[in-house]
């Protein structure tokens, strides 16, 4: 299990952990107001946003589909979590 974790580049390995903070705070502050998974959506749409408009349109990076995959998963599996 090292290795692999080891395997992984460190952008997306925080990708990873961006996209779990994005998604627990989303999903905490829907449930506030009973909206969990509608917080995972805009998890989700603030992890897109950045990969367009901070690296796409902005040019502070390079778009990359697979940055936006590494941050919505945590997102996805907090959100089943939740439902569940």
């Given at each position: 299990?090292?290795?692999?974790?080891?395997?992984?580049?460190?952008?997306?390995?925080?990708?990873v952990?961006?996209?779990?903070?994005?998604?627990?705070?989303?999903?905490?502050?829907?449930?506030?107001?009973?909206?969990?998974?509608?917080?995972?959506?805009?998890?989700?749409?603030?992890?897109?946003?950045?990969?367009?408009?901070?690296?796409?349109?902005?040019?502070?990076?390079?778009?990359?589909?697979?940055?936006?995959?590494?941050?919505?998963i945590?997102?996805?599996?907090?959100?089943?979590?939740?439902?569940?």
């Amino acid at each position: 299990m090292n290795k692999f974790i080891e395997s992984i580049a460190l952008d997306k390995l925080r990708h990873v952990v961006g996209g779990l903070i994005l998604g627990f705070v989303g999903i905490l502050l829907g449930d506030v107001f009973d909206m969990g998974l509608v917080g995972a959506g805009f998890a989700t749409i603030i992890v897109a946003g950045k990969e367009v408009v901070n690296d796409g349109w902005l040019g502070k990076g390079n778009v990359e589909f697979l940055d936006f995959i590494y941050s919505f998963i945590p997102i996805l599996m907090l959100a089943i979590c939740y439902a569940i």
